[in-house]
């Protein structure tokens, strides 16, 4: 069962404790091992965490990006020890012994996968499953830290300039709208990029989205204003 904290609720904010409404029980089925074609397609992430009595239980969340082949939704699901405990819908907010487990994905993969502590409100990430893309990119940065933040810091450029671009783009519409035309005049991009490069930087912005989205790594600018 989804533990129960009292004395805890009553301080959360109405997102939080709407977050928490929402969390069902869960099936009991075990959970699937990983395979590497599911590398792109499903995150798997665990914590052990005490339960009291100086026994521990291993949390797992797992998230499915294409969503439930029946209904499309993409949903966590909290395992203990191998079996379903919880589900809910994207953003999730698992409450478990101790804390709470906060979920949140990006257009493009993991935005976020916590155990937030009771009390302090310190914060601890869940371990990735070394075959899921995001702990291959963590297993990289490990054993190659120097090219590990290069790539990082591509993924950075990329999608500035992504950002640029379309900022760029938005505004000439934005400005032909009458009542803005009126009072500040139009504006015209100076860049007239050809085709093949504007998809080119497209592409480039998605890869450095979803780069950062194996680290976990989110900006509401950056990650969200490039079009991923």
């Given at each position: 069962?989804?533990?129960?904290?009292?004395g805890v609720?009553?301080?959360?904010?109405?997102?939080?404790?709407?977050?928490?409404?929402?969390?069902?029980?869960?099936?009991?089925?075990?959970?699937?091992?990983?395979?590497?074609?599911?590398?792109?397609?499903?995150?798997?992430?665990?914590?052990?965490?005490?339960?009291?009595?100086?026994?521990?239980?291993?949390?797992?969340?797992?998230?499915?990006?294409?969503?439930?082949?029946?209904?499309?939704?993409?949903?966590?699901?909290?395992?203990?020890?191998?079996?379903?405990?919880?589900?809910?819908?994207?953003?999730?907010?698992?409450?478990?012994?101790?804390?709470?487990?906060?979920?949140r994905r990006?257009?493009?993969?993991?935005?976020?996968?916590?155990?937030?502590?009771?009390?302090?409100?310190?914060?601890?990430?869940?371990?990735?499953?070394?075959?899921?893309?995001?702990?291959?990119?963590?297993?990289?940065?490990?054993?190659?830290?120097?090219?590990?933040?290069?790539?990082?810091?591509?993924?950075?450029?990329?999608?500035?300039?992504?950002?640029?671009?379309n900022l760029?783009?938005?505004?000439?519409?934005?400005?032909?709208?009458?009542?803005?035309?009126?009072?500040?005049?139009?504006?015209?991009?100076?860049?007239?990029?050809?085709?093949?490069?504007?998809?080119?930087?497209?592409?480039?912005?998605?890869?450095?989205?979803?780069?950062?989205?194996?680290?976990?790594?989110?900006?509401?600018?950056?990650?969200?204003?490039?079009?991923?």
């Amino acid at each position: 069962m989804v533990a129960i904290r009292e004395g805890v609720t009553m301080g959360l904010s109405w997102n939080d404790r709407r977050l928490e409404r929402r969390v069902k029980p869960g099936d009991g089925k075990p959970l699937k091992p990983f395979r590497w074609w599911q590398m792109t397609r499903r995150s798997l992430l665990s914590l052990p965490l005490p339960v009291g009595g100086g026994i521990s239980a291993t949390y797992t969340v797992e998230v499915k990006h294409g969503g439930d082949p029946e209904s499309g939704v993409v949903r966590a699901r909290l395992y203990r020890d191998g079996l379903c405990e919880a589900e809910s819908k994207l953003p999730a907010r698992f409450p478990v012994p101790g804390g709470t487990i906060e979920v949140r994905r990006s257009e493009v993969g993991m935005r976020r996968c916590h155990f937030v502590a009771d009390g302090d409100g310190s914060e601890t990430r869940l371990v990735p499953d070394p075959r899921s893309a995001e702990g291959r990119r963590m297993n990289f940065a490990r054993e190659h830290p120097g090219a590990s933040a290069l790539i990082g810091a591509v993924s950075v450029v990329l999608l500035l300039i992504g950002v640029g671009l379309n900022l760029l783009q938005a505004a000439q519409p934005i400005s032909e709208i009458p009542a803005i035309a009126d009072s500040l005049g139009t504006f015209e991009s100076p860049l007239r990029l050809p085709v093949w490069l504007n998809v080119t930087l497209g592409v480039g912005a998605a890869f450095g989205a979803t780069e950062r989205a194996m680290r976990m790594r989110y900006h509401w600018l950056l990650d969200g204003g490039a079009g991923t």
